[in-house]
């Protein structure tokens, strides 16, 4: 699965929504036939199918109204009637041309909202809105300017054992380093407590009310994996993932050859670029880049992440949101088609980043060690 183009995605957690609900007097229940996957590829043309069933008691009969919207634009809008004896079921189909995206699908049935799914259309055949433009190699020149102001700046204001957290197998250390314009950035350093050289993952992390910069160096301790190295940040730009790798360059316990990168949302994003400007980061891990996190920059060319895509020359795994709780899927896509790199994709059902995951990255790391 992973180091060479995935024509068809693995589909994880096939359930996106699979509810009933009672309507009316009557005790239907409705429920969304899930296939396996909910993405369409080449002549099979997307199908929403719904099973109706009439309660012990009751014949029902109604109408179910199915929507297709794309962002705030309604697409299609279809209805059936059904009618099913009581104990019975009947099976209602909505069938549709789309192209290239994904979109939301919605049900309802007497005024009343009764499910609903996103599904997708030809996902390697989306593109990004608008032309790209061609920077003429500025993009590099653009970062190489960036990291050498960067080495001008002392890169460690100090570092520290937290022994309440390095009774396990680990030594936890907090540290502090000066970034880009002598910025400080807080960041933790996890290293198994044997004696060796070991792969380093560079992970980029949001941090937020559910997860903080003290629970953040709890879950370091908490790791069960000794053959790695983690250091986990949350960088506030791109060239500050650069400025990491410097200190761990610097670590005799670090394998050089092998240090890796990964981040989820805002943090892709940011590994993202520092991938593409860094020939340092062995191997990368992206799940859902948020493009937001670019919008407004002084230099938005060399901060696009489409333009970034095509400067990146490592393995790349990708992990896409389906649902688009942490980014488009649609514009995930249009990003992934810009990679020229050996990749492979991952489109997930559920909500956000699911624990499986952890595992895919892991197996990643594992086949890009050297």
Known sequence: MFGFPVKRALFLLAFLLAGSVSLTAQSVDFKILQPFDRVYYNSNTPTVEVMARAGRYFNSHGELECTISSGDS?????????????????????????????????????GRQIGGCVIGYEPEMIKADGGIPDDGGGFIRYWNEKI???????????????????????????????????????????????????????RLVNLSDSLTFEKLGRMLASDTISDRIIFAAQPEESIDVVR???????????????????????????????????????AVALFAPVF????????????????????????????VDMSGTVADPSENFALYNRFGCEKSYYIFLDNGR???????????????TK
């Open 354 to 368: 699911p624990p499986l995951w952890d595992s895919l990255k892991r197996n990643f790391f594992d086949k890009n």
């Open 244 to 282: 990491f790798i410097d200190f761990l360059q610097e670590k005799e316990e670090v394998s050089l050859g092998n240090i890796f990168a990964e981040g989820c949302g805002k943090a892709a994003a940011r590994a993202l670029v520092a991938s593409a400007i860094d020939r340092r980061i062995a």
């Open 148 to 202: 050498k102001e960067l080495s001008t700046y002392p890169k460690l204001i100090r570092e520290k054992k937290i022994k309440e957290l390095s009774k396990g197998a680990r030594d936890i250390y907090r540290v502090s380093i000066n970034s880009y314009g002598g910025r400080s950035v807080e960041c933790y350093y996890s290293v198994p407590k044997q004696k060796g050289r070991y792969r380093a993952v560079v």
């Open 292 to 319: 937001a996190e670019y919008t407004g920059l002084d230099t938005p060319l060399y901060g696009n992440l489409y333009v970034a895509a095509e400067n990146v020359d490592k393995p790349l795994l990708f992990g």
């Open 74 to 110: 309604l697409l299609y809008r279809f209805s059936q009637y059904f009618m099913a004896a009581m104990g019975d079921s009947a099976k209602l189909s909505f069938s549709f041309n789309l192209t290239p995206g994904f979109y939301r699908v919605e049900l309802k049935s007497e």
